[in-house]
């Protein structure tokens, strides 16, 4: 194979000088050819794990930088801009014309803009928001990875010439706690446009059914974030402002969409589950099942669908409640210590606990076939079902009691329980007001 090889090298080799020898033209294109091969070979070496000439990260130039040293440029510039982000969010343009002339006509501007501000606030025509309270952080990495992409997988010699004599900039941002994200964004929607109401799902006595739903006006979340990011990171100071814009939303999940996922609800708890715990169970019903479900909007195959799932913060305490008033085994003894404003609660460490909330999840894959993204189909509950129309089973595992853990972490492994409750009412003073308190006690277990 090898001399058959060479063989055919040198073909191809006489093949082409004697074309050289008799075409210009393929002599022309040879030397081109292998120039450009020359040329690309030592542009290889010569940026090797670096940024290619032009490209930019935001305002830091990063040409023929490596990703070390890009990632502390980044950061130089632009950490100390994230930590102390504030960005004023105006409901309308009118909001922020008016805090600016105020500040504009006092004498003391400080305060008459402070003044202006707190009543824009109040009005709901003004929000403050920090980036350490939506959980901004710096994707550095990521964005030096694009960085060294462009030219490369992004674009190729198209934009590794873009960028040699245009420039190429990557947008910097920031990447935000999702949860905090939407509560800013739902507060200035009940503001200034209309929340969409996807159809959805609720549960009565066993039985999902069909809530309403309607398009709405609202703020694009991916929008809102790229403003967050142009008042936190453009400016030295790291504060900005923007007036927030609602847009058409419509409906993700329609009526037809939400009567499936109703379906598949109803078919997965028809029959209920079956819980085994250290040789004793007890059952659920489907009214039990259906006081822990929750149906979610989740992208699917490039569209919606509405998700149900066991809410793990619902089943979790039943679980426990109910492992509690079938144990029989030797109790886990806890004890109680303080630790400045905690309480901090430890076991001999011998003991066993449920697994409350790995069991809260192998029912929702039962009977949901979470984390599929498809919404559930029905009918993933039936392996785990002894025969038709029987409960889904499903075991309570267990684990070795934490020698020490938080109040929150051993409530949450049922190493301690609520056993009484009550609540007193009073008035205080002569006028109307009344206060409520309710008082817990916690056994050992």
């Known amino acids: 194979m090898l001399a058959l090889a060479g063989r055919g090298a040198s073909w191809a080799v006489r093949s082409l000088g004697s074309l050289v020898r008799r075409s210009r033209v393929a002599l022309a294109v040879t030397v081109l050819a292998a120039a450009l091969v020359a040329g690309g070979a030592v542009d290889f070496g010569l940026n090797w794990g670096k940024a290619y000439a032009g490209v930019s990260i935001g305002e830091v130039d990063v040409s023929g930088k490596d ?7 980044v950061e130089q510039a632009y950490a100390a801009r994230l930590a102390a982000g504030s960005a004023t969010v105006f409901a309308s343009d009118d909001a922020a ?3 600016a002339d105020a500040a504009a006509k006092a004498e003391d501007e400080a305060l008459a803009e402070q003044r202006s501000v707190e009543e824009a606030r109040a009005a709901k025509q003004l929000w403050t928001a920090d980036a350490t309270a939506l959980g901004a952080v710096l994707p550095a990495e990521q964005l030096v990875e694009e960085a060294l992409a462009v030219g490369r997988e992004e674009g190729g010699l198209g934009a590794r ?3 040699l004599f245009g ?3 990557v947008e910097v941002r920031a990447d935000y706690d999702a949860g905090a994200l939407e509560e800013l964004a739902a507060d200035i929607d009940a503001t200034i446009g209309s929340p969409r109401v996807d159809f959805g799902l609720a549960v009565d006595a066993g039985q999902a059914r069909v809530t309403e739903g309607h398009d709405g006006s609202m703020v694009d979340r991916a929008a809102f974030a790229r403003e967050l990011d142009r008042a936190y990171l453009t400016r030295p100071d790291g504060r900005g402002s923007f007036v927030a814009r609602a847009e058409y939303a419509p409906l993700r999940i329609d009526r037809n969409e939400a009567q499936a996922a109703c379906d598949a609800v109803n078919a997965a708890i028809a029959d209920g589950a079956r819980f085994t715990w250290a040789g004793t169970s007890w059952e659920a019903t489907a009214a039990d099942l259906g006081e822990w479900v929750v149906a979610t909007p ?3 195959n490039g569209g919606w669908v509405l998700a149900p799932s066991l809410d793990e913060a619902k089943a979790k305490p039943a679980i426990l409640a109910h492992v509690q008033q079938t144990r029989t085994g030797d109790p886990v003894h806890v004890t109680f210590e303080r630790a400045d404003d905690e309480v901090r609660v430890r076991t001999d460490g011998a003991g066993e606990v449920p697994l409350a909330a790995e069991t809260a999840r192998a029912l929702d894959a039962a009977l949901f076939g979470a984390g599929d993204g ?6 993933s509950a039936s392996a785990h079902r002894p025969g ?9 595992g267990s684990g070795t009691a934490p020698e020490t853990s938080t109040f929150d972490e051993a409530v949450s492994l049922g190493l301690v329980a609520e056993i009484s409750s009550y609540t007193t009412e009073f008035t205080s003073g002569a006028g ?12 050992t277990c």
């Open 67 to 73: 990703a070390e040293e890009m990632r502390a440029l």
């Open 97 to 99: 014309a008016r805090v």
């Open 161 to 163: 010439l873009a960028a």
């Open 167 to 169: 420039g190429w900039t």
């Open 298 to 300: 989740v992208e699917h």
């Open 374 to 379: 498809a919404g559930g189909d029905g009918g």
């Open 388 to 396: 038709p129309g029987q409960p889904v089973e499903v075991a309570v």
């Open 432 to 443: 109307p007001r009344t206060a409520t308190t309710t008082f817990a006690s916690y056994p």
